[in-house]
């Protein structure tokens, strides 16, 4: 007889935060890293670099794209810098995930042809930024405002630490599953 | 000058904060969601890119049927009875996972973008209803049970919550993809 095969999962709040809700946060963007991971495992770069039409994400520009935001929202949203420095987390620059893409357009040379160490790379530096970021936030922090220089739209972004939070699980969890459709077309 | 302002509020009236600030999340994503499927005809949420592939449609009703199946999880009173009453369509409704080659579920063809949001709107006022009385507490409660398949599976509701959300934002972006590539496909026609 088989083992019955026993699957365990949890939000464990992690530990080293000044407040529950940020940990709580922190700990389910590590879940979707993970699922991220299993989402992408095994893909070669010529998979990573495969769009499904011209113009069109593939699955590395979609694994840079969610690095890349995370840290920008760790500058801007969550430590209040004025401006993002992805490329001194990263190593890559905050536009080299291409998108978004022209019509026709291919992924930019900075990421072309990468093996997927080079993008879970990126995932890892990503969440270690974040950790960092929120460490020191307490609860107070979520509620308050973050206020941005204005666009030169003549538009102005406000959005407090709790969104920030947010986006960047849903953000993360919202491209985790187009891997997922990609890869099925492979 | 035009300001746009993103806040989750925490909404009141609420045991627990954790879950106040779950459901301001989720309203923001649905919202967006919303927002983004605006337009898509029967057609379109009816459209299958290849044979066994996911329509926009059966994502849609997918998204609801989980969130409503979840809660009962939570609740420990899961039954498919128990879903259809808060739903009024059934758990394998969605026809998900289909077969290698599988076609979309026939009941669902021809339904509209009112039909589908209808069904949303009901999961998410079943989900806040049921989960208003939650503790902190109860967040760390681990929940054990035995799927249909054997696998014994255990899952504290903390876990529930953030699932309920990334499983939402995960389809969703499913949805956005298969929107570009149907308006891909009329183009190239």
Redesign the interface.
């Known amino acids: 007889m088989t083992a019955?095969?026993?699957?365990?999962?949890?939000?464990?709040?992690a530990e080293g935060f000044r407040s529950?809700?940020v940990a709580?946060k922190v700990t389910?963007l590590g879940?979707?890293h993970e699922?991220i991971r299993e989402a992408v495992d095994g893909l070669t770069p010529a998979q990573l670099d495969r769009q499904?039409?011209p113009g069109?994400n593939s699955a590395g520009m979609l694994l840079a794209h969610v690095a890349m935001v995370e840290v920008h929202l760790g500058q801007v949203g969550l430590l209040g810098e004025p401006d993002g420095r992805v490329e001194q987390v990263l190593g890559v620059g905050a536009d080299d995930d291409g998108m978004r893409l022209e019509p026709g357009g291919a992924p930019t040379p900075a990421i072309a042809g990468r093996d997927l160490e080079f993008f879970l790379d990126l995932l890892a530096r990503a969440a270690h930024h974040t950790r960092r970021a929120c460490e020191r936030l307490t609860d107070t922090d979520l509620?308050t405002?973050i206020v941005r220089p204005?666009r030169p739209d003549?538009?102005?972004?406000?959005?407090?630490r709790?969104?920030v939070l947010?986006?960047m699980?849903?953000?993360a969890?919202?491209?985790?599953?187009?891997p997922?459709?990609?890869r099925?077309?492979l | 000058m035009k300001a746009v302002t993103n806040r989750i509020v925490l909404p009141r009236g609420r045991r627990a904060t954790e879950v106040a600030s779950f459901f301001a999340q989720l309203d923001e994503l649905s919202g967006r969601m919303v927002e983004d499927v605006r337009g898509a005809t029967p057609a379109e949420l009816a459209w299958q890119s290849k044979r066994g592939h996911n329509t926009i449609g059966m994502l849609l009703l997918h998204i609801a049927i989980v969130e409503a199946f979840w809660t009962l999880v939570a609740e420990e009173r899961f039954s498919p009875a128990a879903l259809r009453r808060a739903l009024g369509v059934d758990l394998d409704d969605d026809g998900m996972p289909l077969p290698p080659a599988g076609l979309p579920p026939a009941a669902l063809r021809g339904r509209t973008l009112a039909w589908y949001t209808n069904v949303l709107r009901r999961a998410r006022a079943f989900a806040r209803r049921r989960t208003a009385r939650f503790t902190r507490a109860d967040l760390d409660r681990v929940i054990t049970r035995t799927r249909r398949n054997g696998e014994r599976v255990r899952q504290n509701i903390r876990w529930i919550l953030y699932h309920v959300l990334e499983h939402q934002a995960g389809h969703y972006g499913q949805v956005l993809l298969l929107r570009h590539h149907y308006a891909d496909r009329r183009r190239a026609r």
């Open positions: 019955l095969r026993r699957i365990e999962s949890r939000i464990v709040p529950l809700e709580v389910e879940a979707v699922l499904p039409a069109r509620a405002d204005p003549g538009s102005q972004r406000v959005f407090d709790r969104y947010f986006h699980v849903e953000h969890s919202l491209h985790m599953g187009q997922r459709t990609l099925r077309s």
